[in-house]
């Protein structure tokens, strides 16, 4: 094994956005958050990393297919480690670097990339990896988008109006795009993307859940649904991403992930030993699992945070921008984190996370004030009754706020916080349980005036932003903001990266200023890892990263 060599870093001008269909959001909408980390794992260890051993990680869930493009919530963790894509994101500075291509460049505006592929990349059957192959991986993605609704692969090049792929000779891959794509070498990174073998890709989609090949450090040795995946170490790895540690094949021999639905179960197996890795920590789990001996990584989800989302803005009494900025300034987020959380969650500054790409601290506009919120009521005309919720025109000023049970311990306990806290300034808000399909049904009605949202987005402000507050059809969340729409438009194609990081921050201003959204909980994700694990990181996205240098004491 040796150290990373220093390779030439392509330089990007920019980096951008995630776009999903409205379709894929509302899909997205409904899956609960996972685990992760941010610095490296397990305790210090003296002298070089060593070879051998296995790592056993729990799952929160069965991934149900081991196909990257697959539309699961944790096909991401198991895959990761089996394929590689064209390029990958360095987590301190979320740009892309090379990986299977050495090299990158776009045409002026921004509509063709050129990717030169690495020399001497194999697939673990033996396979050279071409041009032709990536090209055969993408024409793959389109000829089989009917299969695969909500596909992010596939709502990714749809973003940029996909024209194709052409190899023009063994090394060289050429992508074209209707329109300008300054951010398809983000997305590109993605797992979605992953490279896989001709051999895979003769299989029907249905059949691929459990024989992907790619061109990865680890290879899949067997996946039994609802109990395991098994990967063992591939020999002779020879080129992973500039963001490795390491040249050469992966410390690990073997890794087994083990599906552990049970949040108490999976603590303790921590403690027990049956697993060294684990994610979805609930916050009361993470004092003794670190009284244990392992130690707490955390790192901010990016995506939207969680928070209300305004669905009734085209009615009484979300109508009126004055009640829809009380709502704002009456939640107390410091109380949120401090009453249900833990010192590892952070308090949301902004729509989105911290970890996003685009973000822009908006602090200032959400210092939680109650007086002021009362204020803003009392000016626009709502008046205190006996039991403290207010009223006018003989309508009491009362709330519908549907929401889901995604598996986080604390939604309910925050169901209730922010309903106490909206009864400080009188307002009374009405929380209704629901199932994912009765959620979407409500939504698509505008049934409610708020929704407990927050697990969509992706690594750029823009997923989150233009999925949840654009008025095009379906317009699923009832966005009734005008002025917002030509920035979340004009962003999406802004090549100057500058020039885009404002556009997406007077975004970001606007929707707080309306009081379209209230942010509530800064999304992270929280790993127990081992003191015998070493090198551990997680990847830009907070999920779980190839493995290539985590080894074992």
Known sequence: ?????????????????????????????????????????????????????????????????????????????????????????DPATKKPVPWLAESFKANADATEFTFKLRSGVTFSDGTPLTAKIVKDNFDDVIANKAKAAGSTSVSLLEQGGYKGTDAPDDHTVVQHFAKPYPTWPLWAAGTAFGILAPKTLALPVADRFDKIIGTGPFVLQSYTRNSQVVLTKRKGYAWGPQTAKHDGDAYLDKVVYK????????????????????GALNPSDIAPVRKAGFSIVAQRNPRLAE?????????????????????VKAVD?????????????????????????????????????????????????????????????????TLSLGWLDRGNPWDQPLVELVTAQYKKIGVELKPQLATAAQSVEALKAHKWDLFLSGVAGGLDAGVSLLGTFSTAPPNFYNVQDAPLQPLLAKQATTTDEAARAKILADAQQRIISQGLYTPLVEDTAVVAVGKKVHGFALDADSRLPTLQDVWLS
Not at 15 to 29: D, M, R, S, Y
Not at 308 to 314: H, I, Y
């Open 1 to 89: 094994m040796t150290t990373r060599r220093t390779r030439t870093v392509f330089q990007i001008k920019t980096v951008g956005i995630f776009k999903i269909t409205p379709a894929a959001a509302a899909a997205a909408l409904l899956l609960a958050a996972c685990g992760g980390g941010s610095s490296d794992g397990g305790s210090k260890a003296d002298g070089p990393p060593k070879a051998g051993g296995t790592l056993t990680v729990a799952l929160a869930g069965d991934p149900v297919s081991i196909d990257p493009r697959a539309v699961t919530p944790l096909v991401r963790e198991v895959s990761r480690p089996i394929v590689d894509s064209l390029l990958a994101l």
């Open 307 to 327: 928070g209300l989302v305004v669905t009734g803005a085209d009615r009484a009494p979300l109508d009126d921008a004055a009640v829809r900025q009380a709502l």
């Open 259 to 278: 599906v552990i639905t049970e949040p108490s179960v999976r603590t303790g197996a921590l403690k027990t030993g049956q697993v060294q890795l684990a």
């Open 333 to 397: 987020t410091g109380q949120i984190r401090d009453t249900l959380l833990t010192p590892e969650w952070g308090v949301p500054n902004s729509v989105v996370t911290g970890a996003v790409v685009g973000h822009a601290d908006e602090s200032a506009l959400l210092k939680p004030d109650q007086k002021a919120a009362a204020a803003l009521l009392d000016k626009a005309g709502w008046v205190p009754g006996g039991d403290g919720i207010r009223a006018k025109g003989g309508k009491r000023l």
